[in-house]
Nanobody
Framework: QVRLQESGGGLVQAGGSLRLSCTAFGIDFSRYGMGWFRQGPGEDREFVAGIQWSGGLTSYEDSVKGRFTISRDNAKKTVYLQMNSLKPDDTAIYSC??????????????????WGQGTQVTVFS
């Protein structure tokens, strides 16, 4: 089945860590930039982090810089989001997405047209 499948979400205390994974099934992965997005309760979806198709370039939303790290393993068709020093404000549904064109940067200005279902992250104080 063609899809992006996220995993790794859960309930964590403030200051803790989680590692999200997003694996591609049935679609080309290694030639595309990838992004992580989140949508909190009552909020619009926002860009969190992106990574170039080769992994050589990454970008982050300001509030997660220094706490979150995006990476990818093209052999495993998986992109990761390591989240440290989590805060209650990080509570959201986190989704991964693939860019709409090959050899992209995965930056916030890119167009993403293939999305996963999302995984819930809840941070309590």
């Amino acid at each position: 089945q063609v899809r992006l499948q996220e995993s790794g979400g859960g309930l964590v205390q403030a200051g803790g860590s989680l590692r999200l994974s997003c694996t591609a099934f049935g679609i080309d992965f290694s030639r595309y930039g990838m992004g992580w997005f989140r949508q909190g309760p009552g909020e619009d979806r926002e860009f969190v982090a992106g990574i170039q198709w080769s992994g050589g370039l990454t970008s982050y939303e300001d509030s997660v810089k220094g706490r979150f790290t995006i990476s990818r393993d093209n052999a495993k068709k998986t992109v990761y989001l390591q989240m440290n020093s989590l805060k209650p404000d990080d509570t959201a549904i986190y989704s991964c997405a693939r860019e709409n064109q090959v050899y992209g940067t995965g930056s916030r200005s890119a167009v993403f047209n293939f999305w996963g279902q999302g995984t819930q992250v809840t941070v309590f104080s």
